[in-house]
């Protein structure tokens, strides 16, 4: 799990408090439960609105992806692809099908599966890229989802501090009351603001960039299973895979894992 997302939310909340507390004030000034019902729920409720009911439950169902999702490590798949090319280079293209059945990657999968069973090179080639195509348009609902209640939010903060202000209207005969009902109409929009920077938009961000990782995963794949079924060297295809990647994404301190595909040859 990459716990950036994670970070920057505790980050951006601690500056926040440490804001209120050196001001001395106290963050339960702006733990109001009316601004926060309103902000939160009228802010779901107009993204449901502008949608439809399969994409907000999309939009749900995604959102923990955007704190717990991993990271693809290139190193990891050029890895496996090159041990599959050299599998397939002394034991034939049928000796995929074994691990076809035992790649956790389901696209992988079915990129071996029909290696194994002779698919043609440009037909798979059309149906990867579809695969590749519809899991792209699926990762952008909820993209566009959280984009948009980023939207949605700091205006129905706003119609919170004018429906808080008209009921400070009402009540300028009490002038003592004045100042703290005035401050409570601006918390509506405080929240509008803090929810769609600190909340929405930074989990549209991450949506999308996981995505794009993921869909640059099965290019990657996609490429080397083909070039494998080619009969490509294993490494030359390496090479060209990694050529392939940007160069930080090759670096890391950690060392990549190694393949989560059997050897037959070890099995046996």
Known sequence: ????????????????????????????????????????GATLAVGLAGG????????????????????????VTIASVVSLAEKARSEGLLAL??????????????????????TDGEELRVLLEDEIATKTATDKVPVKFYNALGG?????????T???????????????????MIATAFVATLWGLL???????????????????EADEMVLLMEGVLALQAGSQPRLLGERLRAMVPAHALTDAKEPKEPKIKDTKEAA
Not at 97 to 118: M, S, V, Y
Not at 152 to 160: H, K, L, N, R
């Open 97 to 118: 099908e074994k691990d076809a059945g035992e790649a956790e990657n389901p696209f992988l999968r079915t990129a071996l599966q029909n290696i194994a069973d002779g």
């Open 152 to 160: 949605y939010a700091p205006t129905i903060g706003i119609i919170g």
């Open 1 to 40: 799990m990459d716990p950036a997302t994670i970070i920057g939310l505790v980050l951006a909340f601690g500056s926040l408090y440490a804001m209120i507390t050196l001001e001395g004030s106290h963050v339960t000034a702006i733990l109001l439960p009316a601004p926060m019902i309103l902000v939160f």
């Open 52 to 75: 439809t009911l399969k994409d907000f439950i999309l939009s749900i169902k995604a959102l923990p992806r955007a704190f717990t999702g991993k990271t693809p490590d290139p190193r």
């Open 195 to 213: 929810s769609a920077n600190f909340l929405w938009l930074p989990i549209s961000t991450r949506l999308k960039r996981l995505g794009d990782l």
């Open 162 to 180: 004018v429906v808080s202000l008209t009921h400070v209207l009402e009540n300028l005969d009490t002038p003592a009351t004045l100042g703290p």
